[in-house]
């Protein structure tokens, strides 16, 4: 059974850290691409980041225009894990994280079509 657990998350000021975490159970999180998506309230899910499997372009990584420069997606595979680190948080960065694997990245980073795996979230506040 394929199972993504998502960690990390918390109450941060602004312009403060965190590393979000995407542990996978059941299957070799190298193989799929994992994409990292977020849902504020009253709002619609929308990409953040996602990274390719090393099969399929090496491991090559896109962000939404928002977080480009402030957050960066990486693997490590000897630990089955995927992270975000979330650099000069803001406020508008609150949000429920989920990340998800699946086949592929998209060019479009919002696009969840090619992702069937689904973690159950972790709630980021960036607040003062």
């Known amino acids: 059974q394929l199972q993504l657990v998502e960690s990390g998350g918390g109450l941060v000021q602004p312009g403060g850290s965190l590393r979000l975490s995407c542990a996978a159970s059941?299957?070799?999180?190298?193989?799929?691409?994992i994409g990292w998506f977020r849902q504020a309230p009253g709002k619609e899910r929308e990409g953040v980041s996602c990274?390719?499997?090393?099969?399929?372009?090496?491991?090559?990584?896109n962000y939404a225009d928002s977080v480009k420069g402030r957050f960066t997606i990486s693997r490590d595979n000897a630990k089955n894990t995927v992270y975000l680190q979330m650099n000069s948080l803001k406020p508008e960065d609150t949000a429920i994280y989920y990340c998800?694997?699946?086949?592929?990245?998209?060019?479009?980073?919002?696009?969840?079509?090619?992702?069937?795996?689904w973690g159950q979230g972790t709630q980021v506040t960036v607040s003062s």
């Open positions: 998800a694997a699946g086949s592929r990245c998209s060019g479009y980073v919002s696009s969840e079509y090619f992702f069937g795996s």
């Open positions: 059941g299957f070799t999180l190298n193989y799929y691409a």
């Open positions: 990274i390719s499997s090393i099969s399929s372009s090496g491991g090559s990584t």
